[in-house]
């Protein structure tokens, strides 16, 4: 096949799933949430396609698709050799664009597209080398890594020659799981799921807390009994409290030893992560957060203040690769481990590549903890879904930056045409809006 040399068009649907039915994805903010993505794909002058995603959830994922188009003009008709031979420089004009500019900047809708956007290049990068992502990433001389970063905003804490000396395989990845934990899920289900889980190797879990405290005692304890005190256990709130509010849910959850608390508060509250890490570290539990922390900058300032122990960047919220190495790179400079969220649509076949980055170049150890996030839903409609092997992701083989979803899939659950949805309005089990 010859190279694709041109992009020569990008198109955008609104996938949904509905995750609310049986309460997967259920926590303290989000009660019945559909897991849902708007997902790109970007055609070039050969069969080579580059797919992307942002994971969302729900209604409002029409927003993103329609951010994603208005942002046409500055990827169709672009030469490839342009934007790969100058990413960083590319993924700053994707990010300034002075039209879009004023509606972000970098944070919340316009970055939830420009990850989808620029995750779909890399795909495509990746497939045109014939490697995965990871090894893609891993095989690159400094120079060239380092070239996909924008450092703009950061350099007062990581420098570009910083960055160059940052530069440092095999049995997987350890994974810890979400999906025994969710807060919707009954006693007999997480009983259920926890059991299957040990089974398959799993010995990481996260449950969710923050509706009631007496019943998260309650529930902690039953976690607590059915894994034993050698395993380990974490605890998220999804941004549930006030600050003084989490220090004091906390220490009432402090004898069944979370390893960390994750998103106590608001994710855009550095001071108040910090002052709920000073009460709770002396506890033995850490503070993790960064799945709605939107851009380098704030993990920047999180980084400094010391707010943070576990870094938890999203694939789909920061703009893509380019800015996850960026902040994998700061972390790295003040030994954070980064912890990346998954789960959602595709994010766990997306974060796996940046964890074996994270290992064979990056911190180049698995010490503090370093683990990946894994929920078992929605796999089935992957084209290439993730290998977990004893509780490790396997790293994936095929080329690309896989978040490919199946084309029945994608036909059966856009929203709201696809033939699932018409079903299930006919069903009565959702609204048509
Ligand atoms: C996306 C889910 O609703 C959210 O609860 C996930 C999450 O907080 C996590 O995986 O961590
Ligand atoms: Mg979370």
Redesign the pocket.
Known sequence: MNEPTVITGMTVKDIRFPTSLEKQ???AM?IA?N?SCAYVVIQTDTDLEGHGNAFT?GRGTDVVCYAITSMQKKVIGRKLSDIFNNFGTYWREITNDDQTRWIGPEKGVTHLATAAIINALWDLWAKMEGKPLWKLLVDMDAEQLVNTIDFTYMSDALTRDEALEKDMLESGHPSYT?SCGWLGYSDERITEEVTKAIAGGTTRF?M?VGKDLQDDIRRAKMFRELIGYDKIWCV?A?QKWDVDEAIDWMKALAPYKPLWI??PTSPDDILGHLKIAQALNPLGIAVATG?MCQNRVMFKQFLQANALQYC?IDACRLGGVNECIAVYLMAAKFDIPVCP????VGLCELVQHYSLFDYIRCSGTLEKNRMT?Y?EHLHEHMLDPVTIKDGNYMPPKVAGFIVGIKPESLRDYEYPVGPAWQKMFDQGLFERE
């Open positions: 994805g259920s926590d989000h949430p897991f959830e979400t996260k969710k998220d999804n994750e998103e799945e938890q969220h998954a789960g959602g996030e929920a």
